[in-house]
């Protein structure tokens, strides 16, 4: 267990869709990071925040949006979801700034 | 915008040989994160190098940053079935008021008896 708690860590869903992925990150760590991850591809940066502020977009979609509530929790929004939107869906904590990232399990969505 | 490209892509090794990863930055960078990804599995942290020239090593581990910031490599000396995996740097920045860590394409390693 890493410390960083994301559920659920299996979605199937159908085209037009809207999901919620969820992520807890690891006690003490004020900067949450999404990632989105295709079959044997790299790590795409999606979007950053840092106690409950958004700090930095990647290829973040606007289908897609994300927030970070008070008790630090973060919550990624799919929206309009296609087939290509099938991935591996990381988020990752950090205390702050350039420290070494702590990744969570992923949550792995299949759009059908 | 900085890109971090990692070569090879795929290697295959024999258990015992060595194995080396290389990243080039497009830009200087403020430090380089190396992660380990197994199959199935999440990006794990294994080390951050800060200072040019540094290197550091874990057990059969060898990380190394470059002397103008720019570029890393990673060095297994006598690899074994539980190196397999893919390896990501990530270069990261510090831009102001931000920072921002850019993950390389990673290189996939794969180990065999």
């Known amino acids: 267990d890493s410390g960083v708690t994301q559920t659920p860590k299996h979605l199937i869903t159908a085209t037009g869709q809207r999901v919620t992925l969820r992520c807890s990150p690891r006690s003490g760590d004020l900067s949450v990071y999404w990632y989105q991850q295709s079959l044997d591809q790299g790590l795409q940066f999606l979007i950053q925040?840092?106690?409950?502020?958004?700090?930095a977009k990647g290829n973040i979609l606007e289908r897609f949006s994300a927030q970070q509530f008070p008790d630090l929790h973060s919550e990624l929004n799919l929206s309009s979801l296609e087939l290509g939107d099938s991935a591996l869906y990381f988020c990752?904590?950090?205390?702050?700034?350039?420290?070494?990232?702590?990744f969570g399990s992923g949550t792995r969505l299949t759009v059908v | 915008g900085q890109q971090v490209m990692q070569i090879p892509q795929y290697q295959h090794v024999q258990e015992g040989e060595d194995f080396t990863t290389y990243c080039n930055s497009s830009t200087t960078l403020s430090n380089i994160q190396w992660y380990k990804q197994r199959p199935g599995g999440h990006p794990v942290f294994l080390i951050q190098l800060v200072k040019s020239g540094e290197v550091k090593k874990q057990k059969r581990l060898t990380f190394q940053f470059g002397e103008a910031k720019k570029n890393s490599s990673l060095h297994i000396t006598a690899t074994q079935t539980t190196d397999v995996g893919t390896y990501f740097c990530?270069?990261?920045?510090?831009?102001?008021?931000?920072?921002?860590?850019?993950f390389g394409t990673g290189t996939r390693l794969q180990v065999t008896l």
């Open positions: 990752a904590s950090s205390e702050r700034g350039l420290y070494g990232y702590t």
């Open positions: 925040y840092y106690n409950g502020e958004e700090r």
């Open positions: 990530a270069g990261g920045l510090f831009t102001g008021t931000a920072s921002k860590l850019t």
